[in-house]
């Protein structure tokens, strides 16, 4: 028999939930102020002010969420860490490559000048211009720091809520992959990464294990750092020479031979949390 009490001690993901993690971010910005009236809001301008605002933030919406609802109501709260056989690593990697391969087809579909286009895509590029002149910074920020806060914050913590509330894993899937996309803050991320995070949350919901999305995040921003500290832009097909319709069928292969075998896996995983 089910004990109640028990189940409903099993965190869950709600408006309240979401108004806390807000509350927290708005803290944050808050106290990311202070040193930018002491020091001049010249500081915003600094690579490194970037990074600290970065942790501060998803760090402040994590923490509030976790010591204002999940300590206090004594909630069972597990991000899920099973062990994943070596062979899903060897299909995972190849299906994000697809889907990589897909999201840049799909963005260069977006204009990127005119009077609202242009400014806003020249703002979003600045600042990945500000980071390139610190790589190594860059690839600190973009490949561990991004991946590790915001799957531990859009997988674990509001997908898994979301589920755990009852709501059916494809709604929750999507609901944490489209507010993933939506803080990204412009039409060009906000595309790719709703895209991937639906790959990130189905990988996820099967794996039952954060570390398999952390990863794949890592290898998707990591490629793309790298191109823009070699090429100076995001692009695969322009960095290679590679033709868009050439790109869209290898993606296409890569997402749907992988993809098909990824879901073969389904039934031999077992899971330890």
């Known amino acids: 028999m089910v004990d109640t009490q028990e189940t409903q001690r099993v965190f869950q993901f709600g408006w309240k939930e979401a108004g806390v993690v807000i509350a927290g971010f708005f803290i944050a910005q808050l106290l990311l102020g202070l040193p930018l009236l002491v020091f001049g809001f010249q500081l915003g301008e600094s690579p490194y002010f970037l990074l600290v605002s970065y942790v501060v933030s998803f760090s402040t919406c994590i923490l509030a969420l976790y010591y204002g609802v999940i300590k206090p109501s004594r909630q069972k709260f597990n991000l899920g860490f099973s062990k994943v056989p070596r062979l899903i690593y060897l299909i995972i990697f190849p299906l994000m490559l697809g889907v990589m391969l897909i999201n840049e087809c799909l963005t260069n579909l977006l204009p990127t000048t005119g009077p609202f286009w242009g400014e ?40 898994r809520g979301l589920v755990n509330k009852g709501i059916s894993v494809p709604k929750a899937i999507f609901y944490s992959a489209f507010v993933f996309g939506l803080v990204h803050g412009n039409p060009w991320q906000f595309l790719g990464a709703t ?21 794949l995040h890592a290898f998707n921003n990591f490629i793309a750092t790298l191109l823009m500290i070699g ?20 993606g296409a292969v890569l997402f749907g031979v992988f993809g098909f075998l990824l879901v073969k896996q389904k039934n031999k995983l077992q899971y330890t949390d």
């Open 195 to 215: 895209l991937m995070g639906c790959v990130l949350g189905y990988a996820y919901h099967l794996t039952h294990s954060i570390i398999v999305p952390i990863l």
């Open 231 to 250: 090429f100076k832009e995001e692009s695969i097909g322009n960095a290679f020479g590679i033709s868009e319709a050439y790109l869209l069928i290898t």
């Open 120 to 159: 806003m895509y020249q703002t979003m590029y600045q600042t990945f211009e500000r980071l390139i002149h610190y790589p190594y910074l860059m690839v600190f920020m973009t490949s561990i720091c991004a991946p590790i806060l915001e799957e531990l914050l859009f997988r674990g913590i509001i997908q």
